[in-house]
């Protein structure tokens, strides 16, 4: 994090802004429209900043900057275009440990002024750091064509209601916020963003009147598929759900980038299971799940790809709906999806497979249970989940019962994401390319003739 992201209060705060042109305009209508006391150092000013003087808006200083100028001062931005001047107002600046802003010079800027979608009392800021300021514009554009104006008339309604659900609720924070959740994201919050002010408020008060803290109490399990790694292949009922969990268990199968999307304030719990390794047993999690929604938490369990496809999160509902605990399975992209469309490789083709199997590579015991007989036809294509370890005896089984050693294979490492590598070869030669490539897990092998469509199709980053 390059910046500390902060909202300043600076109602009826002196500021200093040394500078008097069309940059220096804009900095002082942001400072203004914060109710900023604004002191303006400049020989001379720009029409519109001459427009605020005599509106009474802004005290002019009609002359060149000097030190003496940021005597009581909040804080500073510099926008003229002497880099001098510049310079010596952030030297002073830090020397006084006042905020400073130098226009387009991110190496002397303290603070930086973001692109802002205003919607108050809701705002949203949006800040490259200095490095794409047109890119922070362009994504500030496509918030506000996504964003209702509503959203403001809905946080001024949240705001009268504070006191009330505190009074209603006293120090349960757990009934509060999900008294806010619910009403946030429910009818009410459609009124108020249809235009409806009053009749969001009445039925928001109805709710209040109705809602019960131990009702609201109750704890609920989310097994939520994370998909194949990449953030960009989350669904959105998956992100909607991250942000409303107490505590997440996760695996190794997901992604930090996507761990760190879940509400900050949520507790995390590292559940991940590797090849003769388990941070803690499948039985464990199923019964710490019952437990911590019996606590009365919301629980996200977060599965890599798909939580019904080698998941086990047909084991864990069983568990939960024998306690009794309300849950929801959000389904994933699974991991055979989205590592053979970042391949490639098309599972089906007219020309080459007409069905697709998935298969686990995870053995019980000494053996793989696979039904290696019905595995060797050359019109479909195989998919192995968690085979790394085990690639030597699943390719030679295949080739045992039938399969010809020619058939093209592939082994897929960190699906869709930025390291992710594409290894072609054979059944024949796969356990080699293996081991002398030095592939590791997560990587899903695809067998079949599709992946001959590998380098024709494959993104050629990958």
């Known amino acids: ?68 100028d940021l005597q009581g001062m909040r804080l500073a931005i510099a926008a003229t275009d002497d880099t001098a001047i510049n310079a010596d107002v952030h030297h002073h600046c830090e020397a006084a440990g006042i905020l400073v802003n130098v226009v387009d010079d991110p190496a002397r800027c303290r603070f930086i002024t973001p692109s802002i979608v205003d919607r108050s009392p809701l705002m949203i800021a949006i800040s490259s750091g200095g490095n794409a300021p047109v890119l922070a514009r362009l994504i500030r554009a496509r918030i506000e064509a996504w964003l209702p104006h509503g959203y403001g008339a809905l946080a001024q309604l949240a705001g009268r209601l504070r006191d009330r659900v505190k009074a209603r609720f006293g120090h349960d924070d757990r009934a509060r916020r999900r008294f806010w959740e619910q009403a946030l994201d429910g009818p009410a919050a459609e009124r108020a963003l249809a235009g409806d002010v009053a009749g969001a408020e009445a039925a928001l008060n109805a709710t209040l009147a109705d809602s019960d803290a131990d009702t609201l109490a109750r704890g609920a399990v989310y097994l939520v598929g994370a998909g194949p790694g990449n953030p960009d292949l989350l669904t959105f009922r998956a992100l909607r759900l991250m942000q409303r969990a107490d505590v997440v268990l996760y695996d190794n199968l997901v992604s930090p980038e996507i761990v760190d999307l879940v509400r900050r304030d949520a507790e995390r719990l590292y559940v991940g299971k590797k090849a003769s390794n388990h941070a803690l047993p499948q039985e464990d999690i199923n019964q710490l799940l019952v437990r911590l929604a019996r606590e009365g938490k919301t629980v996200l369990r977060l599965k890599g790809g798909d939580p019904f496809i080698f998941g086990r999160g047909g084991e864990e509902i069983e568990e939960l709906a024998a306690a009794g605990i309300e849950f929801q399975v959000v389904p994933g992209i699974t991991s055979a999806a989205g590592a053979s469309c970042y391949a490639g490789i098309p599972l089906t083709h007219r020309d080459y497979a007409q069905s697709v199997t998935f298969v686990t590579g995870h053995r019980r015991g000494e053996e793989i249970e696979l039904d290696w007989p019905r595995l060797t036809s050359a019109s479909e294509t195989i998919v192995v989940y968690m085979g790394v370890a085990q690639a030597p005896r699943i390719c030679a089984q295949l080739i045992a019962h039938g399969r010809a050693a020619d058939t ?33 897990p997560p990587a899903l092998i695809i067998i079949g003739d599709v992946v001959r469509l590998a380098g024709k199709l494959g993104w050629r980053h990958c």
């Open 1 to 68: 994090m390059d910046y500390f992201p902060l909202f300043l209060d600076l109602r009826a705060q002196p500021c200093l802004l040394v500078g008097g042109g069309e940059v220096a305009l804009r900095k002082a209508q942001l400072l203004l429209a914060a109710g900023g006391h604004l002191t303006v150092v400049a020989p001379a000013l720009c029409e519109g900043l001459a427009a605020l003087r005599e509106q009474n808006r802004l005290v002019h200083r009609a002359r060149r900057w000097q030190p003496d």
């Open 408 to 440: 093209p294979a592939a082994i897929v490492e960190k699906a869709t994401l930025p390291q992710q590598r594409t290894l072609v070869g054979t059944l024949a030669t796969l356990p080699e390319l293996l081991a002398s490539s030095g592939v590791k």
